[in-house]
């Protein structure tokens, strides 16, 4: 029998008041959004900022409702039954800034353990496994505000994975990392999809990251779905485009779908 999905959005939409609480000037971050996330690998949603993927990861994560639409995670309703798709799910969407810095790793994971419910000898296992994975067990005493950004990420990381879920969501996984530093966590990411078999289902303007990190890809653009297909599949249907000149990118096939390049499309806009 075939996988139950991991994510299925069902024409989702969501409006947010104007500034000014305008009647009739809400602001739409997702318009009638369609799509299955399959169980296990990458996940990736593309686009400019304003184009609706941080809106997306909170309501997948209950963090926001659906104003229209419906959203299940490995079958939960994300609104019936939001208990039960928080268990399921692990989160990072605010980067670095998720993690205690005034603490060390080791008690960030035991802090994050015990707001899961896991038993204190259970939680201080599952620390010591998480610091190895992410390449901290040398500096899991030390605290956070000593760390490097790339160190905090990866800490960030683990702390998402301390109760096992099934779903991983990151926003910006690499953002504001030095090359090095994006390096390991993409690595770090490919492992937990490849290795743990869970879903991993991340937003990224990075075209090119996500070109190499990605199984599938949703490219949103004004929060309207405009593609959706494996990197090399969308690239495949441009190459018989004849006004594509040189080997064709993500960043050419935006360009095509929406009539801009990223860059131009990439300006700051609320909601993000």
């Given amino acids: 029998m075939p996988l139950m999905p991991a994510v299925a ?14 009647r009739g000037r809400d602001i739409v971050a997702l ?15 593309l686009g400019p900022n304003g184009a609706g993927k941080t809106t997306l990861l909170r309501l997948v994560s209950t963090l ?3 104003s229209r639409g419906r959203i299940a995670v490995m079958g939960r309703d994300t609104r019936r039954d939001p ?5 399921r799910i692990g989160a990072v969407l605010g980067g670095e800034r998720s993690v205690y810095w005034r603490l060390s790793g080791r008690e960030n994971l035991l802090y994050a353990g015990a707001l899961h419910d896991l038993p204190f000898r259970v939680a201080a296992d599952r620390a010591d496994e998480l610091l190895r994975l992410v390449a901290l067990t040398d500096r899991a005493d030390d605290l956070v505000e000593r760390y490097s950004s790339g160190m905090r990420q990866r800490l960030a990381l683990a702390r998402a994975l301390v109760h096992d ?16 530093a994006a390096a390991e966590v993409r690595t770090l990411l490919a492992a937990l999809a490849r290795d743990g078999g869970r879903t991993v289902l991340i937003a990224t303007h990075n075209l090119d990251e996500a070109d190499r990190l990605c199984g599938t890809v949703a490219i949103l653009d004004r929060g309207r779905l405009v593609a959706l297909d494996r990197p090399d599949a969308l690239k495949a249907r441009l190459r018989a ?10 960043e050419a096939v935006f360009l095509a779908l929406t009539g801009r390049s990223l860059s131009a499309a990439d300006q700051p806009a609320w909601p993000p």
């Fill in 9 to 22: 959005l069902e024409r989702v939409t969501r409006r947010f008041p104007s500034r000014g609480g305008e």
């Fill in 83 to 87: 208990a039960s798709v928080r268990r």
């Fill in 31 to 45: 318009d009638g959004v369609s799509l299955t996330v399959a169980a296990g690998g990458i996940f990736g949603l």
């Fill in 241 to 250: 485009d004849e006004r594509t000149g040189g080997a064709p990118t993500l």
């Fill in 165 to 180: 879920p099934a779903l991983l969501i990151l926003d910006e996984p690499t953002a504001g990392l030095d090359p090095q």
């Fill in 64 to 66: 926001l409702v659906p």
